[in-house]
């Protein structure tokens, strides 16, 4: 699965989107937001901003008219807007921002490097859209086992696939240091890296099971694409992983975060 193929798995509703990723993404907000400085008075972009986990914490932070956001997901773009009223919600992809040059004293972005077919691109126009003295920061989850749910998910998978397109084989910036040069690359500077962790917690793994049938994202996509009988033994493979869990389930995500200054 290449890159593109992969951002294009996002199509999905908003509420198909919320259900599998959503209830770790607005948790990791919280911490995001705090890890790269955003406080009142600042004007914010939310680069990739889906339906708007990062955008609704910029919003009672700051408040809707100092926030704007963009993604290149039609149905992500307008449940956003229909959110938060107020919020400067344009269709538009990390590479190609539809923002003027200097607009913002931060530009985040929120669990999108694995996704942007340009990464280059996409870290220039980032810095581009900050003032001097700006940050520009970004968190994607990480390839190691902190991100229970999907490292349990791919093991499973390339276990019975050796060619299962697993996340540390098609993606970049899941490993340390990775978002670090991608913003070193875009000429920030005070460059900084950390790890963020959250926790979800589901009503049994039927409930987990079920965010991969709605096929949102890499992952999701692979499982729908499988046939019935082969989806079947994923299920049961990935249960295992877990550890056949009954009952409640709470799994961890860890996040690798990074900002820089635009000097």
Excluded: K, N
Excluded at 15 to 21: E, N, T
Excluded at 59 to 87: E, H, I, K, M, N
Excluded at 142 to 160: G, Y
Excluded at 177 to 203: K, M, N, P, R
């Amino acid at each position: 699965m290449d890159l593109v193929v992969g951002a294009r798995t996002f199509a999905g509703t908003a509420d198909a989107y919320d259900a599998f990723m959503g209830r770790y993404s607005r948790p990791l907000a919280l911490q995001f937001a705090d890890f790269a400085g955003v406080a009142a008075g600042q004007r914010v972009l939310d680069v990739g901003c889906g339906p708007g986990a990062l955008t609704g914490e910029l919003v009672r932070r700051l408040g809707a008219g100092q926030v704007a956001a963009c993604d290149p997901s039609p149905p992500f773009v307008a449940t956003c807007r229909d959110r938060y009223p107020g919020v400067d919600v344009r269709a538009g992809a990390a590479e190609q921002l539809p923002f003027d040059d200097g607009s913002f004293d931060v530009a985040l972005s929120q669990l999108v490097l694995h996704f942007v077919t340009d990464p280059t691109a996409a870290g220039i126009g980032m810095s581009r859209a900050v003032r001097p003295g700006g940050t520009v920061a970004s968190c994607v989850w990480s390839f190691d086992e902190e991100m229970e749910m999907l490292r349990a998910f791919w093991d499973a998978a390339v276990s019975l696939d050796h060619d299962a397109p697993e996340e540390r084989r098609v993606m970049r910036f899941g490993r340390p240091g990775e978002i670090s040069q991608w913003l070193s690359e875009a000429s920030l500077v005070d460059i900084t890296e950390t790890a963020l962790t959250v926790t979800s917690t589901y009503a049994g793994f039927d409930e987990l099971w079920d965010g991969f049938l709605a096929g949102i994202g890499p992952a999701g996509s692979y499982c729908m694409g499988l046939s019935p009988e082969h989806r079947e033994t994923l299920r049961v493979a990935m249960h295992q992983r877990l550890g056949e869990p009954v009952g409640s389930i709470t799994l961890s995500a860890g996040a690798l975060a990074a900002r820089g200054v635009r000097h």
